[in-house]
């Protein structure tokens, strides 16, 4: 395909990673100029809350429901291509994506593909996103995933204050792992 520059040629990549024969295929630098071109127009279009957040949880907007979808393509993509790990371009954008605060809740499942996938040489992104509010919980389990120290001190803060159950007991985990 080139360059992906439109939003219609960055959703005809996106179809073409969701199709198992041409996903073997497909330009890594071609998909993360895609994933950057649809994360924006999903924050430009999509402003509207997707889902109401139950028992006190918050609202999801659509475009970080839409975020969150794609990161969904993204992850299936990357099941199928073991030779996009570590530093890849892919996985620069998706770090990238997820260092972006406007897209709010929808770059939890960014966070967690970098600590799958991204492994260690995405450590420091990881460790400053346990201070990103919307996905530090993520981060932390990214961390323990990738089995990259050296945020403990940061993760016991987390567990001392953390009234989130699952957050807590992530935080706990990789706090005492070190």
Known sequence: MGHVTTVEQALAVMEACEDNAQAKGLDCDELAQALRIIAAHQYETRPGIS??????????????TGIWK????????LKKRLDVRGKQPLLDVVAELAQTKRYGKGRQNLVLLLGEYGKEVYGDVLGRLLSDDEVYGHALKALQRARIGGFADRAREIAARERTGWIRTAARKYGSSE
């Open 51 to 64: 889902m109401k957040g139950v028992a006190g949880a918050p609202d999801w907007k659509g475009y970080e």
């Open 70 to 77: 794609l990161s969904e393509k993204v992850r299936a993509l």
